[in-house]
């Protein structure tokens, strides 16, 4: 008699999923920016500094200012990148089996340990950045 007004719905959790969504619009963004700015970096060194720029990145003897630039913060920023690209499509991963059995148990720790660790490698790079500009 107590169940009559019971009503079984069979949705997802709803903040999760805009939880979810968020994370990975925001981490395919700033994964994009960082690969694009990368490339940027790399098209206006050879630009400025012509043909040897390349091999002055291969010679680890004599480094410029800009090769050492580009080696440090690059690879720092890119390494963020991949980071916050694989926190993208896990999230994705998450949101979809989500989608599919909403009593699934989401593994929101491994979404944010990727998006937290890009966040890290982000902040190292700007931090690279200004040690090997100012110092």
């Known amino acids: 008699m107590g169940d009559e007004w019971k009503i079984d719905i069979d949705i997802p959790d709803i903040g999760m999923m805009v939880t979810l969504m968020t994370t990975a619009l925001c981490s395919v963004i700033m994964g994009a ?4 700015y990368t490339m940027l970096w790399i098209t ?3 630009v400025r500094h012509g043909k040897d720029f390349f091999l002055d990145l291969l010679n680890a003897k004599a480094l410029t200012w800009t ?5 440090v913060a690059g690879s ?3 390494l963020s990148s991949m980071l916050f690209l694989m926190s993208s499509s896990f999230s994705l991963y998450e ?9 699934k148990k989401v593994h929101v720790r491994i979404v944010f340990a990727f998006f937290v660790g890009g966040l890290v490698l982000l902040f190292l790079a700007l931090i690279s950045a200004i040690i090997l500009r100012y110092l």
């Open 33 to 36: 920016a960082e690969i694009a």
């Open 95 to 103: 949101l979809n089996g989500l989608a599919k059995n909403p009593e």
């Open 76 to 78: 720092l920023l890119l």
């Open 44 to 46: 206006a060194s050879y």
């Open 67 to 71: 090769a050492e630039y580009i080696l």
